[in-house]
Structures are given as structure tokens and as C-alpha cells.
């Protein structure tokens, strides 16, 4: 309330003030503000940029105005919503609630619990079913508010939540156990069997071939993975910015197609085209700005550019790829990336703790060539923004010994599961991303590249940034991160920078504290 009194109530006013200023006029010469209300918002962002004429769209999230849960149907250019679950009964909520107690940053630690899970045994999942949320066969829900605080309190969960699971949350940074582990695996089996009986539900009540998904909880890839692979729909789209950032997309296609009632057209595909609706630098910028830095590079054409990598890579080394127009959403897809030798066992300890400054249980992501995805992963279709998990193919896998079954939680991180390790989950997963000739040419044209040497369609890929920091977004953020890290080459755009051609960079780990840790 204290928020709503102070802030909220006057939004209106604010916005007005804010945007008169900015615009150096006065706030009788603005044009009228439009409004779309926050799940209208994500339903739009999902279901306009969507490749499909008629869809149902599932909104979920921790709270929008009122709204936590929401249902639409999307076809042509309308948007008519069906039903929606409110305040203060929330999957987002409960999700992040169990981010808080295992000792995770609400709102960003969500995807490291998804992560986590795979560590873990599903021991929780009876206690949660029977104590914190009420699950119908439909997939509507209630939460039992006795054990959460977020609706009247400044913390996730109450000293009734602790006792339940036997201890206080886990304190941030400290080291995790084997009930962390559980626990992550436990609401991560809640969560996709909450969304599971959602889609059955609303497949059944529209009779739509076809969802959209947007909202914070559209992020859990693995239960996106389920939906698509044992759901009743012919396909699923994701919006990639499928937060609240996306919602800023959604709000101004509720303008174009709501208010000003425009037509939309559908040709097969999406018209989010990659997502790469970010900034892009030309090569005079580039070189301005890596002069002032006293960077040493080298200008390459296409073809060497992509020989020399395809070289590098194939050489286990670590790079920095900086090329077009910049990511819009929460993961890095060949514009602003990190990539490496998927087949190196290596990997993904030395980009953990040497390049990403993070946790060494978090897994990569791999990107594959679009028309190769299935030679490596259960996957039969386009992935293009990472936001579906699927199965390594059987004939990849390594099988583990007697022994190494015996393993438990962070044990079995060292265990190699697959010909393409550093991207292979313990649970034989993987986060997918299909590369396409189409809206990136020259990420494809460096996985082709890897490929040739070395037969392999697949690279590791994440994001460009530590832990904590924002996705570099122009060359000077390209370079800093760069040199502060243990990665071996810098590409951006037609420029490759090596680390050993470099002038000394004087080591000052006070950046660090710059942005506090996710």
C-alpha cells in the first residue's frame, strides 16, 4: 500500500511530467497516452509476433495489475481474453518463493533453481502438492497463504515456510547442499505439472492448434520442452522477451492492432525475425573506439574472418562474438555471445569460473545449425531464441558406469554425458538454440565453419557479460569485458582481437562490485 499511496496512484501524472520533459514541450502538447493493461500486454507480445492465424495464449507470471495467470485467444488481429487467476494465488510467485528460501535474487535467480533441479530428487514434491498449492486436475490452482509473506510482508515466505522444510532459508553465497538440490528439482516438477494441465485445459475449452506462451514463467524452458514434446498442440511460440521487458513490444502492438484496429499479417514464420532488434555499430565506430581503448586487431574479410574462427574454435579457445544488431530479451543468441568447442570437456568449468565468474553447476546452451538440430537433439523444429529444452539424442550419450549412477547432487558434474559435454545437462538436456541462414547468416556462417574442421553442427553459446553485469552492448563494453576475463579472442563485427596482442590491462577486481550479484 505504502507504494500504491506514493507512487502507483499518480502514474498517470508522472508519466505526463517525465515524457513533457524529455520531449522539451509542455504537457498540454503531448499526443494522448495509451494504456494496455500488463497481461494484455504479454498476451500481445506473444501472439502478434506469433507465425500463427489462430492461437490460444497462456500469460504467466508472478502479478500483473491483478492477473497472475491469463488466458486469450488470439486470432487474426484480435486479442479477446477467456479467464485469468488473480492475486495473490501466483506460479511466478511460488516459483520465486522457493528462489528466495534456496537462496537465490527474486526476479533473476529463477532460471539458477531451473538449473539446479536436474542435481536434485523430487523428495518435496508430495509436501508442496499437500501444504502450499492446491492443484486442481484443470491446472487452476490456490496457494495456502499461510506460508507466504509477499502479499502483506517484504519476503517471499514466513517462519511458517521454514518450518515446513525444516531450516531457514539459505543464506546467499553459502554453499549448496543436497536440500537445495531437492528442493529445486521438487517445485520444478510442481511447475511443469501445473503448466501441463493448463495446456490440456485451454486445448480443450478453445480447440486452438496452436499456443503462444509470454510471461516470466514462459522462461522455464524445460517446462516449454514438455508442452511441445507431450502437450496436445501442434507447436508452441514463445515471445523471447517473454518478461516484462516484453511488454513494452506487446503494449505498442495493442496500440497498432487494438486502437488503431490494423491488420496482421501471417506468413509462415515470425515476424520477431531472430530478435535482433538492438543497436549495431558500423566499422568506423568499431575503430574509433577501439583505438581509445589502445586495442590491437586485425581486419579480416567474411571468408577469413570465418576460417580463421572455425581455426580457433576448433583449438578449444574461448571468444568473444560481438556482430549485428544486438539481442532483445534475456539471452544472448548470436549477437552479443560467448562461444566455444561444445566437445571440449573442459568448457564449461573454464567458462564458469574463468570467464562467467559464476556458479559451476550452471549449464550452457548450445547453437546448432537449424537444419542439422536433429542430428544432435529430440527436436524436430525451429528453437531460434532458447526457450526450449530438449533431450540429447540416445546415440550422443555416454553411458555412466555403476559407480557414477551412485552419484549424487554436484558428484555428477565432472561426469561427461555425451560426445558434445559442455552443453550436455546431467540430466542428458539441453537448452536449444537452431541457428538460421535466414536471420543471422554470419553466426551460421561460423558454425558452418567449425563444422567443416571438425564435423561438428554445434557451439556453445552465452550470453556476452559476468555474472551480475547487463549483456555488453557496444565495442568499448565488448572489449572491457574482454580483458577482464580469461577469454582468448574478440570478434567484433570484421575486427579479431587476440588477448596475447594486447597491451598490459592493469587488474582491478573493484568492477566487480559495480553491479550487485544475480
Given at each position: 500500500?505504502?507504494?500504491?499511496?506514493?507512487?502507483?496512484l499518480?502514474?498517470?501524472?508522472?508519466l505526463?511530467?517525465?515524457?513533457?520533459?524529455?520531449?522539451?514541450?509542455?504537457?498540454?502538447?503531448?499526443?494522448?497516452?495509451?494504456?494496455?493493461?500488463h497481461?494484455?500486454?504479454?498476451a500481445?507480445?506473444?501472439?502478434y509476433p506469433s507465425?500463427?492465424?489462430?492461437?490460444?495464449?497462456m500469460?504467466?507470471?508472478g502479478?500483473?495489475e491483478?492477473?497472475?495467470?491469463?488466458?486469450?485467444?488470439?486470432?487474426?488481429?484480435?486479442?479477446?481474453?477467456?479467464w485469468?487467476?488473480?492475486?495473490?494465488?501466483?506460479?511466478?510467485?511460488?516459483?520465486?518463493?522457493f528462489?528466495?528460501?534456496t537462496?537465490?535474487?527474486?526476479?533473476?535467480?529463477?532460471y539458477k533453481?531451473?538449473g539446479?533441479?536436474?542435481?536434485?530428487?523430487?523428495?518435496?514434491?508430495?509436501?508442496?502438492?499437500?501444504?502450499?498449492?492446491?492443484?486442481?486436475?484443470?491446472?487452476?490452482?490456490r496457494l495456502?497463504?499461510?506460508?507466504?509473506?509477499?502479499?502483506?510482508?517484504?519476503?517471499m515466505?514466513?517462519?511458517?515456510f521454514?518450518?515446513l522444510?525444516?531450516?531457514?532459508?539459505?543464506?546467499?553465497e553459502?554453499q549448496?547442499?543436497?536440500k537445495?538440490?531437492?528442493?529445486?528439482?521438487?517445485?520444478?516438477?510442481?511447475?511443469?505439472?501445473?503448466?501441463?494441465?493448463?495446456?490440456?485445459t485451454?486445448?480443450?475449452e478453445l480447440?486452438a492448434?496452436?499456443?503462444?506462451?509470454a510471461?516470466?514463467v514462459?522462461?522455464?524452458?524445460?517446462?516449454?520442452?514438455?508442452?511441445?514434446?507431450e502437450?496436445p498442440f501442434k507447436d508452441?511460440?514463445?515471445q523471447?522477451a517473454?518478461?516484462?521487458?516484453?511488454?513494452?513490444l506487446?503494449?505498442?502492438l495493442?496500440?497498432?492492432?487494438?486502437?488503431?484496429?490494423?491488420?496482421?499479417?501471417?506468413?509462415?514464420?515470425?515476424?520477431?525475425?531472430?530478435?535482433y532488434?538492438?543497436p549495431r555499430?558500423?566499422?568506423?565506430?568499431?575503430?574509433?573506439?577501439?583505438?581509445q581503448?589502445?586495442?590491437?586487431y586485425?581486419?579480416?574479410?567474411?571468408?577469413?574472418?570465418?576460417?580463421?574462427l572455425?581455426?580457433?574454435l576448433?583449438?578449444?579457445?574461448?571468444?568473444?562474438?560481438?556482430?549485428?544488431?544486438?539481442?532483445?530479451?534475456?539471452?544472448?543468441?548470436g549477437?552479443?555471445?560467448?562461444?566455444?568447442?561444445p566437445?571440449s570437456?573442459?568448457?564449461?568449468?573454464?567458462?564458469?569460473l574463468?570467464?562467467?565468474?559464476r556458479e559451476?553447476?550452471?549449464?550452457?546452451?548450445?547453437a546448432?545449425?537449424?537444419?542439422?538440430?536433429?542430428?544432435?537433439?529430440?527436436?524436430?523444429r525451429?528453437?531460434?531464441?532458447?526457450?526450449?529444452?530438449?533431450?540429447?539424442?540416445?546415440?550422443?550419450?555416454?553411458?555412466?558406469?555403476?559407480?557414477?549412477?551412485?552419484?549424487?547432487?554436484?558428484?555428477?558434474?565432472?561426469?561427461?554425458?555425451?560426445?558434445?559435454?559442455?552443453?550436455?545437462?546431467?540430466?542428458y538436456?539441453?537448452?536449444?538454440?537452431?541457428?538460421?541462414?535466414?536471420?543471422?547468416?554470419?553466426f551460421?556462417?561460423?558454425?558452418?565453419?567449425?563444422?567443416?574442421?571438425?564435423?561438428?553442427?554445434?557451439?556453445?553459446?552465452?550470453?556476452f557479460n559476468?555474472?551480475?553485469?547487463?549483456i555488453?552492448?557496444?565495442?568499448?563494453?565488448?572489449?572491457?569485458?574482454?580483458?577482464r576475463?580469461?577469454?582468448?579472442?574478440?570478434?567484433?563485427?570484421?575486427?579479431?582481437?587476440?588477448?596475447?596482442?594486447?597491451?598490459?590491462?592493469?587488474k582491478?577486481?573493484?568492477w566487480?562490485?559495480?553491479?550487485?550479484l544475480?
Amino acid at each position: 500500500m505504502p507504494v500504491w499511496l506514493k507512487e502507483k496512484l499518480y502514474l498517470k501524472t508522472t508519466l505526463k511530467r517525465e515524457l513533457a520533459a524529455l520531449g522539451n514541450m509542455t504537457e498540454k502538447e503531448l499526443p494522448a497516452l495509451l494504456f494496455a493493461e500488463h497481461h494484455q500486454s504479454h498476451a500481445a507480445s506473444a501472439f502478434y509476433p506469433s507465425p500463427f492465424e489462430r492461437a490460444a495464449v497462456m500469460c504467466l507470471d508472478g502479478v500483473g495489475e491483478w492477473a497472475t495467470t491469463s488466458v486469450w485467444l488470439g486470432d487474426g488481429h484480435k486479442l479477446t481474453p477467456q479467464w485469468e487467476i488473480d492475486f495473490p494465488h501466483s506460479l511466478g510467485m511460488l516459483y520465486s518463493a522457493f528462489t528466495y528460501y534456496t537462496g537465490f535474487r527474486v526476479n533473476s535467480g529463477e532460471y539458477k533453481l531451473m538449473g539446479l533441479a536436474p542435481y536434485g530428487e523430487p523428495e518435496y514434491v508430495d509436501l508442496i502438492l499437500d501444504k502450499l498449492i492446491d492443484l486442481k486436475d484443470d491446472g487452476t490452482f490456490r496457494l495456502n497463504m499461510k506460508y507466504f509473506n509477499y502479499a502483506t510482508g517484504l519476503t517471499m515466505t514466513n517462519d511458517n515456510f521454514a518450518k515446513l522444510f525444516g531450516a531457514p532459508a539459505r543464506t546467499p553465497e553459502t554453499q549448496i547442499a543436497q536440500k537445495e538440490m531437492d528442493i529445486a528439482r521438487s517445485i520444478q516438477a510442481v511447475t511443469e505439472e501445473v503448466v501441463l494441465r493448463l495446456a490440456r485445459t485451454v486445448h480443450k475449452e478453445l480447440d486452438a492448434d496452436y499456443l503462444c506462451l509470454a510471461g516470466g514463467v514462459a522462461l522455464n524452458c524445460v517446462a516449454n520442452g514438455r508442452i511441445l514434446r507431450e502437450g496436445p498442440f501442434k507447436d508452441i511460440w514463445i515471445q523471447p522477451a517473454a518478461g516484462d521487458a516484453g511488454g513494452a513490444l506487446g503494449a505498442a502492438l495493442v496500440a497498432w492492432h487494438d486502437y488503431h484496429d490494423k491488420p496482421r499479417k501471417v506468413n509462415g514464420h515470425d515476424s520477431m525475425e531472430g530478435s535482433y532488434l538492438g543497436p549495431r555499430y558500423e566499422d568506423t565506430t568499431i575503430k574509433t573506439q577501439l583505438d581509445q581503448m589502445n586495442a590491437v586487431y586485425e581486419h579480416l574479410d567474411d571468408a577469413g574472418l570465418e576460417d580463421k574462427l572455425g581455426a580457433v574454435l576448433a583449438d578449444e579457445k574461448v571468444v568473444g562474438w560481438f556482430q549485428g544488431r544486438m539481442e532483445f530479451g534475456p539471452r544472448s543468441l548470436g549477437g552479443r555471445s560467448i562461444i566455444g568447442d561444445p566437445r571440449s570437456a573442459k568448457m564449461q568449468s573454464v567458462m564458469n569460473l574463468k570467464i562467467k565468474y559464476r556458479e559451476s553447476f550452471r549449464p550452457f546452451a548450445p547453437a546448432v545449425l537449424a537444419e542439422d538440430v536433429s542430428e544432435y537433439f529430440e527436436q524436430d523444429r525451429p528453437s531460434p531464441y532458447m526457450l526450449i529444452v530438449a533431450p540429447v539424442n540416445e546415440a550422443l550419450r555416454t553411458p555412466m558406469t555403476a559407480e557414477q549412477e551412485q552419484l549424487f547432487g554436484i558428484e555428477k558434474l565432472n561426469v561427461p554425458r555425451s560426445t558434445i559435454p559442455a552443453i550436455t545437462h546431467v540430466d542428458y538436456s539441453a537448452r536449444v538454440q537452431t541457428v538460421h541462414k535466414e536471420t543471422n547468416p554470419r553466426f551460421h556462417a561460423v558454425l558452418e565453419s567449425f563444422k567443416q574442421r571438425t564435423g561438428c553442427s554445434v557451439l556453445v553459446n552465452t550470453s556476452f557479460n559476468v555474472r551480475g553485469e547487463p549483456i555488453v552492448c557496444t565495442p568499448e563494453d565488448a572489449y572491457r569485458c574482454f580483458m577482464r576475463t580469461e577469454m582468448d579472442y574478440l570478434v567484433v563485427e570484421n575486427f579479431i582481437l587476440a588477448k596475447g596482442d594486447q597491451p598490459a590491462w592493469e587488474k582491478d577486481d573493484s568492477w566487480k562490485d559495480e553491479f550487485e550479484l544475480d
